[in-house]
């Protein structure tokens, strides 16, 4: 809003004040000058909510740090609209460059929010049409830019707070791939949903200090013993195994998780991991069955060292799920709920 009441004091001045008002020192002291005045532009900028300024908000770029991660700083920029900036890796830090002059802070300064650990400057510099933001941060601290794919007008800067932020890593592996579609009902696949949901949970746990590794992150065939030799020579805290269910029926629909315990084999472990996983997507999905947890011997749980479950999250061969699973937002939480219920897990097994 800054910007704005700037620009209607500009504007202001000369034509909407009685004249005469730019003669006040005369009669009021300076400081009640500047809330009179400010009285008048408050009210000129209500009464204006016209056209013109739902244009200028609509090019508006705010930009907010967040820094209660104990992880990451984060420097997030959204805007009305997509956007589009171009990032450079300086020596000191990152350079973004904005196509217009449209940055504005919000109700309060970003450089008084300076203060974590690892962001040292945040500065706004206009050269010719061009506004660039630069980013000063500890050296060599990792850093992620992604932006979330259902909020693309969103764009997340994560620098690390130290040197390793992840104390934790998980490996996922999305099911099937390549000429290994799974489960196909008309023309939904479940190679497809299970990738997209697995991608989408890279940056939900990176955020919370857990690295993911993928078995697969293209439509590439994969085989099991490969998926599980891959876990057992990385030795993750889980291994998430990610499917859809089906059924030679309609009816079957809802969401499970297995796990398989030989001999009680980390039979804690895996029930607390399946079981956080399972409660959550069941919290996010309270309409969707819950079969709960269910104990089968597929072959990358029953062949991986470390805590693994695998999901079956709704049946393909459902009309109902499968509406559902064709759905963006649906993946989007669906791997929300993963993310969360592996950080329940690894937090609560980790505590001391
Ligand atoms: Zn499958």
């Known amino acids: ?204 746990l990176k955020d919370l200090g857990i690295d993911a590794i993928y078995s697969r992150r293209t439509d590439k065939f994969v085989e099991l013993h490969d998926r599980a030799n891959m876990s057992n020579k990385i030795n993750p805290d889980a291994f998430i195994s990610i499917h859809i269910n089906a059924a030679p029926i309609e009816s079957p629909r809802g969401i499970a998780t297995f796990l398989y315990t030989p001999n009680g084999f980390q039979k804690k472990e895996r029930e607390e991991l399946a079981r956080a996983i399972q409660d959550s997507l069941i919290e996010e999905f309270p309409d969707w069955k819950d079969w709960g947890i269910l104990r089968e011997g597929f072959y990358v749980i029953k062949y991986t060292k470390n805590p693994s479950v695998l999901v079956e999250f709704g049946f393909l061969s459902n009309p109902e799920d499968r509406a559902m699973l064709v759905k963006v937002d649906v993946r989007e939480r669906a791997a929300k709920a993963i993310a969360k219920g592996i950080d329940i897990f690894l937090k609560n097994n980790n505590d001391g």
């Not at 830019?145 to 909020?151: A, G, N």
């Not at 934790?168 to 579609?181: A, E, R, T, Y």
């Open 1 to 204: 809003m800054k910007f704005l009441v700037y620009f209607l004091i500009a504007a202001l001045g000369f034509s909407n004040l009685p004249s005469g008002a730019l003669d006040m020192d005369i009669q009021y002291p300076i400081e009640k000058q500047i809330v009179e005045l400010q009285d008048t532009i408050n009210m000129i900028a209500s009464e204006n909510t016209n056209e013109e300024e739902k244009i200028l908000d609509a090019e508006k770029v705010f930009i907010e740090i967040d820094t209660d991660s104990p992880y990451w700083e984060k420097v997030i920029i959204y805007g009305k609209h997509e956007i589009d900036i171009n990032v450079k890796n300086g020596k000191q830090g990152l350079v973004m460059e904005f196509p217009k002059n449209f940055i504005v802070n919000g109700e309060r300064s970003f450089k008084d929010e300076v203060n974590g650990t690892t962001i040292l400057d945040l500065e706004v510099t206009n050269i010719d049409n061009h506004q660039y933001l630069f980013l000063q941060h500890k050296a060599d601290m990792p850093v992620r830019i992604y932006k979330d794919s259902l909020e693309p007008n969103i764009i997340h800067i994560a620098i690390a707070k130290t040197l390793n932020p992840y104390p934790f890593k998980v490996i996922l592996d999305p099911g099937h791939g390549g000429f290994d579609s799974g489960a196909s009902h008309f023309g939904v696949h479940e190679k497809d949903i299970v990738l997209d949901i697995a991608l989408r949970m890279e940056h939900k």
